[in-house]
Every structure is written in C-alpha cells, then in structure tokens.
C-alpha cells in the first residue's frame, strides 16, 4: 500500500487533495497528514474522513526536525505531496518573517527529512519515491490584464511580494536538491484556485 505524507493537509486545498485522492484510490493508499493548524488549517474541512483507518492526523510544524524526522521514521513514506505554507500575500506584507520560516526553512526541513530517509548510499534512491512541492504561478510576477501573454515554466522568476519571494526561494531549494542530489522532486506553479473549504479571506473579486 502505498503512503503519502500529505503538509498542509487542513488547508484549503489539502484538504481537497486528501478528499479527492481517498475518494479516487480508497483504501489502495494511506494518508498521513501533517499540519500545525494556524489560522488557515481546519479539521472541520476533514471530519468526514477523520476516523478511516488508513488516515492519520499529526499536529505538528514541518520547521520541527525532530517532529518531521520521527514521522518518515516510523513510516515508510512513498510521496510527499507539500502543501504547507503561509499563503497569503496581504498577510506577507504586514508579517513577512513567519512567511520565510515556513515556506522557505519548512521546505528545507521536509526535503532534508525525505532525503535522509530515501537516499540510499550510493547516492540513489528507491523506485517510486517523490517528493511534488506545490509552488505557485506568482513566482513569475504578473501578467497584464488583457489575457495576450502566458507564463511559461521557462518565465525568468519574478516575485515581488514577501510571499512569492518566499516561495520562489522555495523552488530553488527543491531545484537545487534534484541536481545536487539527484532527488526525486517536481514542483508545480498552478494559478490561483477557488473552491470548497477555502479560507473566508481569499474570496472571488
Ligand atoms: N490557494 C491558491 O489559490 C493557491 C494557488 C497557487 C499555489 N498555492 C499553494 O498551494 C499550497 C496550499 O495553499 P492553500 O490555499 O490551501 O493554503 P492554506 O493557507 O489554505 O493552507 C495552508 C495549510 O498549511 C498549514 N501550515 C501553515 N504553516 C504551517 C507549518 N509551519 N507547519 C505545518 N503546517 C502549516 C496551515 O495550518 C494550513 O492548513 C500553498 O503552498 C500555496 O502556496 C495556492
């Protein structure tokens, strides 16, 4: 059975992921879901699914090493899908700190953590094995308004605000682990989303 190590898993749209993937796979997958519950995390959004066997709450911050460290090894984790973060940009301008501690110092701690549990001494690492890091479109700066130009995933980074700096500065770590150490990661850098169990702040304009 394969084991996801799901961060952010409260939040908005982890909370849909771990839904939608219980939904698709049942009880093929287990889900391990590791969040500190800021403001942005709600066990509300999971209640349907709390009880199931195969699921698993852990309270815990991913900046926490020793936390991090002692779920990959009491688990043998296959993926990790990381969705923690500070993720909204108003709030990175009045609070700028907590956004680099979380998404730039949390994702050194989970790639450190997967990669200490993963890589074998050789250098390589187990087949099926991957860590998907969940960027954002706004590393790449804006667009204008009158829908002529694209972002590509060649687009030179861009960040101007506290928070796509910090998640900018994220992916380059992510990047930098897949060349320095081979490890197996992809980043995604979706546009934004709305939906169920987003958080009041964010709302449609
Ligand atoms: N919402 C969007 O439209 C959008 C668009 C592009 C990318 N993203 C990215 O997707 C991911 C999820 O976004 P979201 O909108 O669901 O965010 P969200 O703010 O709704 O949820 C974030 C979750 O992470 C948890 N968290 C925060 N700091 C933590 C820490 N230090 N340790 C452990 N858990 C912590 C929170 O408790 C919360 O449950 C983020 O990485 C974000 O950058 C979001």
């Known amino acids: 059975m394969r084991t996801y190590l799901v961060t952010g898993g409260a939040g908005f749209i982890g909370s849909n992921y771990i839904h939608y993937m219980l939904r698709k796979y049942g009880d093929q997958i287990r889900i391990i879901n590791v969040d500190a519950l800021t403001y942005a995390g709600n ?35 296959d993926r990790v899908v990381h969705f923690a973060a500070e993720s909204h ?37 187990p087949e099926g094995k991957k860590f998907l890091h969940v960027s954002t ?16 995933e060649t687009t030179p ?25 081979h490890f197996p990661a992809n980043i995604t850098n979706c546009s934004n989303n709305y939906g169920p169990y987003q958080f009041p702040e964010k709302p449609i304009r």
């Open 89 to 125: 940009v108003d709030r990175s301008i009045k609070n700028p700190e907590v956004f680099v501690q979380t998404n730039v110092l949390g994702t050194a701690v989970m790639l450190n953590c997967a990669r200490a549990a993963w890589e074998r001494e050789d250098g390589t690492y």
């Open 157 to 181: 980074y861009d960040p101007h605000s506290p928070y796509s700096a910090s998640k900018a500065s994220s992916d380059l770590l992510v990047k930098a682990y897949m060349d320095t150490y």
């Open 43 to 77: 066990l509300e959004n999971l209640k349907d699914i709390e009880n199931l066997p195969n699921y698993t709450f852990v309270r815990a911050n991913i900046c926490d090493k020793e936390a991090i460290g002692r779920i990959f090894a009491e688990n043998d984790i």
């Open 137 to 152: 479109d706004e590393v790449y700066g804006s667009l204008p308004d009158d829908d002529t130009a694209f972002f590509y």
